[in-house]
């Protein structure tokens, strides 16, 4: 991937981070089924029915912004800058023997550690230096993984919201494929299990919207994957050929949702929460959000992360998809004076959803 050429990348770079990309892709999708909503010929849409769509003049108009103000600002909150973030170091030896407690750790960006009942779950994992094709360019981390991939205890399912670079990191689910003890299960969106194929990963499953799948490692235990409004693409050519959405598990004594990447669609997270809720924790994305003329589609803000807190019917949220990279306008801090804001406007308790350190967990039960 190195031998990239850079006017290649340059325009990867242009089409991928932005959401634009180019029409007409010829591409035939493998698992169209007239009768779902979210099906075409050629791939898939939101359950609205529509993609999310940006001309090619909202991105350009977009970047002469970013140019012309000197977007993203450094985070505002800390005097020292990135170094301001505190990267919490996780407990590896509790969590490389832990089989009975229900934990979670935020590595950072959308990558969590999920422990339930001695299962070890892992989404979107990225323990890259950089969310692009080539790891010479493209959006660079500013705070690095709170834990290096060799750390984890052995994973037994990772979950992927969508194709994107900042949640699908070839170099990342190759490592995991090579664990010790043998490959995780891999649970994607259709049309991701193609891609996985191509890597040499077969430990795979795909879902489309409202499957299901026992565990077979957990009595009692559920994976579904749900309605997310959003897009895919990890070339100029083959935008929207594979689906996105989020993750909900169930297990006799813990229910989790992991949003994924996503922006507000009433009607997805009010059926999420009525069908499968509530939940004891929601992963909920608060960061990559400015401006909201541009991202607004795609990408949900602190105020409508609040709104998914309250439709998915979450006892408790962890905000993430913020803190790693720079996607977009607003400093990488922002979220953490953002979500309390959004939270006290809409009279919802701040020990409800929060952001936490990097690399810290919680223990749950
Ligand atoms: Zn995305
Ligand atoms: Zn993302």
Not at 53 to 76: D, H, T, V
Not at 177 to 192: H, I
């Amino acid at each position: 991937m190195s031998r990239l050429r850079p006017s290649i990348a340059l325009a990867l770079l242009v089409a991928l981070i932005a959401g634009a990309g180019f029409a007409g892709c010829s591409s035939t999708n493998p698992y169209y089924a007239p009768e779902k909503i979210h099906h075409r010929p050629d791939g898939f849409v939101n359950s609205d029915g529509q993609q999310v769509s940006k001309p090619f003049s909202m991105l350009l108009r977009w970047w002469r912004e970013r140019w012309s103000q000197g977007l993203p600002a450094a985070p505002a909150q800390f005097v020292q800058g990135y170094g301001g973030f505190e990267v919490r170091t996780p407990d590896v030896e509790m969590l490389r023997d832990n089989r009975t407690r229900t934990t979670v750790t935020w590595v950072g960006h959308a990558t969590l550690l999920v422990q339930v009942d001695g299962l070890n779950i892992l989404t979107d994992p990225h323990f890259s230096e950089r969310a692009f094709p080539v790891q010479w360019m493209g959006p660079r981390r500013r705070v690095p993984p709170a834990m290096p991939l060799g750390a984890l205890p052995r994973i037994d399912l990772v979950v992927i919201s969508h194709n994107h670079y900042d949640h699908l990191d070839r170099d990342t689910v190759l490592a995991l494929n090579r664990q010790p003890g043998g490959p995780p299960l891999f649970a994607v969106p259709l049309g991701v299990d193609l891609w996985m194929r191509d890597q040499g990963i077969s430990n795979v499953r795909r879902f489309d919207w409202w499957d299901m799948f026992r565990l077979p490692q957990l009595p009692g235990a559920e994976l579904h994957f749900v309605p997310a409004k959003h897009w895919s693409s990890r070339t100029p050519f083959d935008r929207n050929t594979t689906l996105w959405g989020g993750w909900v598990l169930r297990t006799p004594g813990f229910s989790f949702y992991f949003a994924g990447d996503t922006g507000w669609s009433p009607a997805d997270f009010e059926a999420i929460g009525a069908r499968l809720g509530p939940f004891d924790l929601a992963a909920i994305p608060v960061g990559a959000y400015e401006p909201r003329w541009f991202m607004g589609e795609q990408h949900v803000d602190p105020t409508e992360a609040v709104l998914i807190h309250r439709a998915v019917r979450a006892r408790r949220s962890v905000g993430i998809h913020w803190g790693a990279f720079e996607l977009t306008d607003e400093p990488l801090d922002a979220p953490i004076g953002a979500l309390p804001a959004a939270l006290d406007a809409a009279c919802v308790p701040r020990e409800q959803f929060e952001v936490w350190k990097h690399g810290e967990t919680r223990v749950l039960r």
